[in-house]
């Protein structure tokens, strides 16, 4: 169970201005269930997932994790409470390993095979890539992959997703929405995917629309998705415009 | 063998006692165990303290263990070593030295290494340097090597210092062959009042020849480094060096790069980055479950391996 409770960020604008990134949040999220979290570019989505993980601080407000009070907890302390996070930008490390951060991940060293089985789950070749170094040669799409191998190694209650999709081919893809299904059998516990895609949105037990850091919508994909246009005129967020 | 020279054995050469194949300990300042295999030949010098690696040409995959070990305090050693290897060898050598200092003396150990490698051979040449032990002297070990690659040869150098050296100055000099490849790889972590000095100086005079100088190191405490590479090409030739290094606490590096082109053709790169290890690093591993210190440890040894 997550709950968010009044959660504002204010950062200095400059000339003393105050910007509003994140506008009184509050949301509560039962376990079992798989949430997608949308809304147009600027909007907040990463700065929520941050505050969740601990990344960043709020100004305001309160994050309650499984009953507790997480908001002054480090982001080791969420991690060992059961929290995991998959970056928008995966972090590039000179001289560590594909396998070395698995294990990282995971807790313990693995070997070969358990390392290759959370690479397949992503359609890596997984002999060609564990020992690779996770430094610049690794292309955008391959890091970005390596980076929800991560997160699907690490046995924890709370899975964030940070726009998993971008920069993954199709093939990929519908390996991607297996991979959410499985944690969520394994774990019956949450999966926040931070999306702009449809097909994810479409099967996410729940949407959240954000916008100018406040929540627009927040619904079943039923309700939700049928309204989801951001802006106005010839603004097509998901790729084609949506009659209501 | 005693203990802690086993202990700096294992550390240098990987190994925990007399190896096969050729070989040759040098032991608080003494040439004590030899061994020549069918083509690789090992020969005390007369005129000076060192030895001469002979590789006979057309030699295959022989593995060469040539450790310098050091528990004198207040030794200071000097050794010449020159290896000769004939063409068309691939030969693979594993030096390093390791001094276990337990008294108030400094212990040093000089070596001057010069290669002459033959036409068309390949040497691969390891080389670690290790300190340890309780004593106040300091651990101090200062390599010269000399490369003179002939038409078509390579050398890779793996040079690794690895903590518990208080001072090195490290000079290398190559003079690189038509068609020739020079690339080492040296990997540097200081502590405390520690200083490490590492001077490259190329010359590319071949046509086709190349060289690649990669350093990283990380520096911590109030330790020094200084990393300076001079490559000059004077024929059709490729040159790349790098510095990478992670600066921590109070220490100092410094970079010096020097790259000269006396040719049309010669194409030459230098980068060099200096930089505390990235916010964005520590946030990753911690959201893992590491706290900050585990964190920073494991980034460093990663960057280091
Ligand atoms: N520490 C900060 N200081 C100043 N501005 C910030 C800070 N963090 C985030 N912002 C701003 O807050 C807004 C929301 O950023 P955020 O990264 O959360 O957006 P997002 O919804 O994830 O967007 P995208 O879809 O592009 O990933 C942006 O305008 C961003 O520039
Ligand atoms: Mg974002």
Known sequence: MLEIKNLSFQVENGDDKQKEILDNINLSISSGSFVAITGPNG?????????????????????????EDITEKSIHQRAKAGIGFAFQQPVHFKGMKVIDLLSLAAGHKLDVEEACSYLSQVGLCAINYIFRELDNSLSGGEMKRIEIAMLAARDVNLYIFDEPEAGIDLWSFQNLIQVFKNLLTKTNGIIIVISHQERILEIADRIIVLEEGKIAKDGNSGEVLPHLMFGVEDCHFYGRRVNF | MKTELKQILQQVSGIDGIPNGAYSFRINGISELHNNSENTEIVKKSDKPGIDVVVKPNTKGELVHIPTLIDHSGLNDLVYNDFFIGENSEIHIIAGCGIHNDGMHATQHSG?????????????????????????GNRIISPKTIIHLAEGSSLEIDSAQIDGVDYTKRLTEATIGDNASLTTKEVILTTANQTAYTDFRIELDGKNSSCSIVSRSVAKGESKQFFYSVINGNNQCQGHSACDAIIMDYATVKAVPDVTANHVDAQLIHEAAIGKIAGEQITKLMSLGLNYEEAEAEIVAAFLR
């Open chain 1, 43 to 67: 909007s907040g989505k990463s700065t929520l997932a941050k505050m969740i993980m601990g990344i960043e601080k709020p100004t305001e407000g309160q994050i309650f994790f499984n009953g």
């Open chain 2, 112 to 136: 001057i290494h010069t290669f002459y490698i033959g036409k068309n051979a390949k040497v691969k040449y390891e080389e670690k340097h290790y300190g340890q032990g309780q004593g106040t």
